[in-house]
């Protein structure tokens, strides 16, 4: 059972909103993992692209045959939030979380997968 790693750290988002588009690939085939993330609309789906083909050179660099692998996980994480404030009447402010996500997405090939 061979495993292919790579991860994207700080990406300026909120991981709320990559989870959305990290769910539509978990579990699929690398290839049509990535034609959905190349037709899906939001703005997480291109950096997950990136990062899906970072993982496939790292399975090629490895000599892994890339045929059938698979997204086997996939995860989410919330990175540090950046914290800023905002000016609001009579000299008050208010808090503004800028929120960043880690993503860490492995690869296995496809006789790893338990059938049920």
């Known amino acids: 059972m061979t495993e ?10 909120s991981p709320r909103k990559v989870r959305v588009v990290a769910d539509l690939v978990r579990g699929k085939k690398v290839e049509d993992a990535m034609i959905t993330l190349s037709f899906t609309t939001k703005r997480a789906a291109k950096p997950l692209e990136k990062l899906l083909a970072s993982a496939l050179a790292n399975a090629k660099n490895l000599s892994i045959p890339v045929e059938g692998l698979r997204v086997k996980e996939i995860s989410v994480d919330g990175g540090s939030t950046l914290k800023r404030r ?19 997405i492995v690869l296995s090939d496809a006789a790893s997968k338990k059938k049920k």
């Open 86 to 104: 905002r000016p609001r009447s009579h000299g008050m402010a208010n808090p503004i979380k800028k929120r960043t996500s880690h993503v860490n």
């Open 4 to 13: 292919v790693r790579a991860q994207l750290s700080n990406y300026r988002q």
